[in-house]
């Protein structure tokens, strides 16, 4: 490709991740700027799964957000991503500007090399029975279970070498890893099986590497464009869209591999449980351009069929997919069949001078205040932009899931109220008279908390650091399969924006129908909105987090009480 697509004589900065792997990749889109006559630099960004120990699993977008936030601080010009980490819900201020050439998408079984890893001779069919496969995938684990339920499945993380080490000191028999990894790192000859989709279908966008550039970056864009593998980008958009039609993230266990050639798309798509109780896949054709309705036909076929084979109650979370992950498996636990259909959707507010502002005088607060992982997640990246360290600072977090993401980045004091709500906190938050607050918290949120503490004599300076969306539009359709889906034993409310979202999203003509789903929600003010809103209500949750819910959706359903609470 000749040098004419280049944006000058600018040097163009990778973001990259520094694991092997990450290197590997960053170095392919390297050598396609090259060759397109474009200087450039790899810039090494450490992400939240990179500040983890080597055997502890990471959620959705764990090596992703950071270096987007690099992008969007302008620290780098493009970031690379193994597309399959990308999650579904998008940053408007970015694009995914290029998809190079896919490796092999699917997935591979690896032996201990003391037992031929590599030979050929072992199959996940041929496995003896009881033996340990390792994987850190819910979606390989849940295929896995269902076609071998005589296999133990462990979970096994870390990066692709750390794996086949324990692998070969006796942690496990055998592996499930993407082929794609273990070519890009010249591990191929380890590769006992490959799996053909029809039995583990892929990760949506596995083997495909995304690179991702500023939305208003026009030129570089142009130049991305050009050095982009269509039949890709084809390929992995379909994917994403029957993910995204299935209400999953990238953590869930949702497989997909598209087909594009001579202007049509062949889809195959595949949904599990965990567990390993179902599994169904499916196929769907179509013109390659109308790939979002192939997509969400087919993801409503397999949802359906799926549904169909589960025997527990359904339950409607309105949270987001990526928010969704940790309450979805414990309601599992207990028998009960998660339904996503996000009420609210969450914006940063990006740049967010005020934040930044505020948190430059951090040493002048005696807490910083978060109610959400929303408003601890921004508070920790206007940190990152200040080169604040976490650890020093003083935090006060309602609800475990919020505390969680602050320990995760290092926070060492984070204080829980003995009640999980706002309320408690104002109530109960350790304060001198002239203490200072900070309060980071969504453009929605009420005035009970800060009022609270200012009752008690505290200064708080508050800070809107996220937008809250209702009734975000690509919710409307999984709703619509949600109600038709068959009855819905309750809805999980965890805020009244939830309330109200769902009942934009449902309309008037749907409005009767959902009200009719009795509600569970945590905390009191979202157990207001909701009966006000004309919900029944099953129970309130006394805690901010997941298993609380959970627990309480699982005692209610086991056993519907006569009445609402009061």
């Not at 209400?247 to 266990?253: K, L, T, Y």
């Not at 084979?309 to 309450?327: A, N, Y």
């Not at 068959?486 to 008037?508: E, K, N, Y």
């Not at 009191?524 to 949750?541: E, S, V």
Request: glycine share 10%; net charge neutral.
């Amino acid at each position: 490709m000749s040098g004419g697509s280049s944006v000058g004589e600018r040097v163009v900065r990778i973001g990259t991740r520094g694991s092997a792997l990450a290197l590997a990749q960053a170095r392919l889109v390297a050598q396609a700027l090259a060759g397109a006559g474009q200087r450039h630099e790899l810039v090494l960004v450490e992400t939240e799964g990179d500040r983890r120990a080597p055997d502890t699993a990471w959620g959705e977008g764990a090596f992703v957000k950071a270096i987007e936030q690099a992008l969007l601080d302008g620290r780098v010009d493009v970031a690379v991503h193994s597309a399959k980490d990308v999650p579904t819900d998008e940053d408007p201020r970015l694009v995914l500007a290029c998809y190079l050439e896919r490796e092999d998408p699917r997935d591979a079984l690896v032996v201990a090399a003391a037992s031929g890893g590599g030979s050929g001779s072992a199959t996940v069919a041929t496995l003896p029975a009881g033996s340990i496969v390792g994987t850190d995938s819910p979606r390989r684990a849940g295929f896995l279970r269902w076609l071998r339920p005589d296999l133990e499945v462990r979970p096994l993380h870390g990066n692709v070498d750390t794996r086949l080490a324990r692998l070969d000191g006796g942690q496990a028999d055998a592996l499930l890893l993407a082929v794609a990894g273990l070519r890009r790192l010249s591990r191929h000859e380890r590769i006992t099986q490959l799996i053909e989709p029809e039995q583990v279908p892929p990760a949506p966008g596995q083997g495909a590497i995304a690179v991702q550039a500023r939305a208003g970056d026009d030129q570089l864009i142009r130049l991305l464009r050009a050095i982009e593998h269509p039949p890709t980008r084809a390929a992995v958009e379909a994917e994403r869209a029957f993910l995204r039609a299935t209400g999953g993230g990238c953590r869930a266990p949702v497989g997909a591999l598209a087909q594009a050639r001579d202007g049509r798309l062949r889809l195959l798509g595949g949904l599990a449980t965990a567990d390993g109780r179902v599994a169904v896949s499916g196929t769907v054709e179509g013109p390659a351009d109308d790939f979002t309705t192939l997509a969400a036909d087919l993801a409503a076929r397999l949802t359906a069929q799926r549904d169909a084979l589960l025997d527990g109650p359904r339950v409607l979370l309105t949270r987001s997919p990526s928010q969704s992950v940790r309450l979805c498996a414990r309601l599992a636990e207990h028998g009960l069949r998660a339904v996503v259909v996000p009420a609210v959707a969450f914006e940063p507010i990006e740049p967010n001078p005020a934040l930044d502002a505020a948190l430059a005088k951090a040493a002048d607060f005696a807490w910083l205040a978060v109610t959400s992982a929303n408003g601890a997640s921004a508070a920790l990246d206007a940190c990152e932009r200040l080169g604040l360290e976490a650890g020093r600072l003083r935090w006060a977090a309602v609800g475990g899931a919020t505390a969680a993401v602050l320990r995760r980045a290092g926070a060492r004091e984070v204080w829980l109220p003995p009640r999980s709500s706002g309320e408690g906190l104002a109530d109960e938050l350790p304060l001198e008279p002239t203490d200072a607050v900070l309060l980071a918290r969504g453009d929605l949120a009420d005035d009970r908390l800060p009022t609270g503490l200012r009752a008690r004599g505290a200064t708080v300076e508050e800070v809107v650091c996220y937008r809250t969306v209702e009734a975000p539009p690509d919710s409307r359709m999984l709703l619509r399969r949600a109600l038709a889906g068959g009855p819905l034993a309750a809805v999980l409310f965890a805020s009244p924006s939830a309330v109200r979202g769902l009942l934009a999203l449902a309309g008037d003509e749907q409005r009767t129908d959902v009200l009719a789903v009795p509600a569970i929600c945590i905390g009191p003010t979202t157990a207001a909105a909701a009966r006000d809103a004309g919900f029944t209500l099953l129970g309130r949750a006394g805690r901010q987090d997941s298993e609380a819910l959970a627990s309480l959706a699982a005692q209610l359903l086991a056993r519907p009480p006569a009445g609402a609470p009061a």
